[in-house]
C-alpha cells in the first residue's frame, strides 16, 4: 500500500514539489530554532552547571588547603608528640635501669643489714660477756685492793707505832698525826737547800731507825715514803739562788731524799713534793714554823 503513495509522491507535478518545500522549511526552521533553544538550554545549564560546580571546587579547595594546613600542624605535633614520647621512652628506660640499681643496692642493703645485725647480736654477748667479766676483774681487784689497804693500814700502824718509839728521844723531830716533822732551821741555813751539819745528824738518826723499822714490812705491801718541803710567807732574796718559796721547798725536799739514798735507802720508795708557802701548819694562820720538812708513810704508785 505504501508503494503506490511513494509512487504518487515521485509522479506529483513541480507545483506539488515547491508547494510541499513551502511547507515543509518552516517546520524546518522551527525544528531547528526549537533545537537551538534546546542547546542554548543545554549551553545555559552547563554554564551554571560549571559556575555551581567551580564554586563548589573552589571551596572544596579552600577546604582541602585548610585540611592541608591542619594536616600539617596534626603532622607537627605528631612529630613533636613522638620526639616527647621518645624522650619519655629513654626516661623511663633510665628510671628502670636506675630502679634495677637501687632494687639491687636495696638487697646489698638487706644482706648487709642481716649481716650487720647478727655481728650486732654477737657483738652485745660479746659486751655482755666482757661486761661480766670485768665486773669480776673489779671484784677481784676491789677486794685485792681492800686486803692490799688493810696490809698497807697494818703496816703503817706497825711503821708509825716503832718509828715513833724509835725517835721519841729526838726533840727536833715532832709527830703530829701521822706525819714527822723536821723544822727548816734543824736541816738547812736560811735560803739554803744544802743540809747542814746538824741536819745530816738528825736524818742519820732518822735513817737508822727507819731502816730496821723497814725490813719488817711485808713484802707485798706497796708503799712510800713521801717527803714535802714547806715553806713561809717570807718572800725568796732577789740575790739568792731561788726565785720563788715553791722552788726552794722543793729543792730542799729533793736534799733529803737524796741525802736518804746515798745512806742506803732505796730511791723507787721515796716520793717527793713542794708545796712552798701554800700549806701552813694551821689553815689561814701563817708563822714561822711553817718552814719545815714533813715525812709521812704512804701507799705506792
Not at 738518826?205 to 719488817?216: K, S
Not at 708503799?223 to 725568796?236: E, F, S
Request: with cysteine; aromatic share 8%; hydrophobic share 40%.
Amino acid at each position: 500500500m505504501m508503494l503506490p503513495h511513494r509512487l504518487s509522491h515521485r509522479n506529483r507535478p513541480k507545483e506539488d514539489h515547491n508547494s510541499l518545500t513551502n511547507h515543509v522549511w518552516p517546520g524546518f526552521v522551527d525544528a531547528l530554532s526549537a533545537l537551538l533553544t534546546v542547546i542554548l538550554f543545554a549551553f545555559m545549564i552547563f554554564v551554571v552547571s560549571y559556575v555551581c560546580t567551580r564554586s563548589i571546587m573552589q571551596g572544596k579547595d579552600s577546604s582541602l588547603v585548610l585540611l592541608q594546613t591542619k594536616l600539617n600542624t596534626l603532622q607537627e605535633k605528631i612529630k613533636q608528640n613522638n620526639k616527647i614520647l621518645i624522650n619519655r621512652k629513654n626516661q623511663i628506660s633510665k628510671w628502670e635501669t636506675l630502679y634495677a640499681e637501687v632494687q639491687a643496692r636495696l638487697v646489698e642493703t638487706e644482706s648487709a643489714w642481716k649481716t650487720l645485725s647478727t655481728e650486732h647480736a654477737n657483738a652485745q654477748q660479746t659486751i655482755e660477756n666482757l661486761n661480766q667479766k670485768n665486773k669480776d676483774i673489779s671484784d677481784q681487784l676491789e677486794a685485792a685492793l681492800l686486803k692490799e689497804i688493810h696490809s698497807l693500814s697494818d703496816a703503817r700502824s706497825v711503821f708509825f707505832g716503832e718509828l715513833k718509839k724509835a725517835l721519841q728521844d729526838l726533840k727536833e723531830i715532832r709527830i703530829v698525826g701521822d706525819r714527822f716533822i723536821f723544822s727548816s732551821e734543824i736541816l738547812f741555813d736560811l735560803g739554803s737547800a744544802a743540809i747542814n751539819t746538824k741536819g745530816k745528824q738528825e736524818l742519820t738518826a732518822f735513817c737508822n731507825a727507819l731502816h730496821d723499822i723497814m725490813q719488817r714490812i711485808p713484802k707485798n705491801v706497796s708503799w712510800v715514803l713521801r717527803i714535802d718541803g714547806h715553806t713561809d710567807l717570807t718572800p725568796i732574796s732577789a740575790k739568792g739562788r731561788f726565785k720563788s718559796n715553791l722552788e726552794l721547798s722543793t729543792a730542799r725536799a729533793i736534799s733529803v731524799a737524796n741525802f736518804l739514798i746515798s745512806a742506803g735507802f732505796p730511791s723507787e720508795r721515796l716520793a717527793v713534793a713542794g708545796f712552798g708557802e701554800f700549806r701552813p701548819l694551821v689553815l689561814g694562820k701563817h708563822s714561822s714554823k711553817d718552814r719545815r720538812i714533813e715525812l709521812m708513810f704512804d701507799q705506792g704508785y
